[in-house]
């Protein structure tokens, strides 16, 4: 268990409303990120972190902003969702940088109707 | 940007076949080198990974990865496949930096 929530894991919503997931991590490990999963795609990366308020885009950072005010917790927030915002969303930390592996939270379904 | 490739897109094997399952990858410098699986609605799991040293690295279940630099490749192998391996796998290739890249993934399924 790598002490990682997401929240909430399942969401739909409609277009043009806002949406903000959260990624919570109990290790104050500094690095942190947000990826999306879509079939025939694999992973991609849209933002991550390298401490409070220290981020940098992925890339397919278009249409997502992300905040981290807090050690603790990375949020990804969709302004004004769309259709092809539809996925899978991943956050992952990196307990340890250049040689350390990823680790994953569970997931969040995003439906946008 | 790194891009990795991932060959196979789904492969279906009978028990005890043998697997393997290829990456290639197109930065030319210094990567780390991983492979995750993730099981049906589940989330991503680490299997191996290749930072340094020995090129044939081997992970959890049996599973086993080897690094060639020439041909830029960290194919995943195991000898021999359970019905519990249905998964789908990804290979992930870390630069010199926090950026991971991952393949498109290859879903397996394996028939009792």
């Known amino acids: 268990d790598a002490g990682i929530t997401q929240s909430p894991r399942h969401k739909v919503t409609e277009t043009g409303t806002p949406v903000t997931l959260r990624c919570h991590q109990t290790e104050n490990h500094r690095y942190m990120y947000w990826y999306r999963q879509d079939p025939g795609h694999g992973l991609r990366l849209i933002h991550y972190s390298y401490g409070v308020k220290d981020t940098d885009k992925g890339e397919v950072s278009d249409g997502y902003s992300v905040s981290r005010s807090k050690t603790e917790d990375f949020l990804l927030t969709l302004e004004s969702a769309t259709s092809s915002q539809t996925s899978v969303y991943f956050c992952?930390?990196?307990?340890?940088?250049?040689?350390?592996?990823?680790?994953f939270g569970e997931g969040s379904r995003l439906t946008v109707l | 940007a790194q891009s990795v490739s991932q060959h196979n897109h789904h492969v279906i094997l009978s028990e005890a076949a043998s697997l393997e399952l290829g990456c290639n990858y197109s930065y030319g410098g210094t990567v780390n080198l991983f492979w995750y699986v993730q099981y049906p609605g589940q989330h991503l799991q680490l299997l191996l990974k290749?930072?340094?040293?020995?090129?044939l690295v081997k992970g959890i279940k049996g599973f086993e990865a080897e690094f060639i630099k020439s041909k830029f490749s960290f194919n995943l192998r195991k000898p021999s496949v359970q019905w519990s391996d249905t998964a789908e796998y990804f290979c992930a290739v870390n630069e010199a930096g926090n950026q991971f890249y991952f393949g498109t993934g290859t879903s397996l399924t394996v028939i009792p």
């Open positions: 290749y930072f340094s040293g020995d090129p």
């Open positions: 992952a930390i990196r307990p340890r940088a250049n040689t350390g592996e990823l680790f």
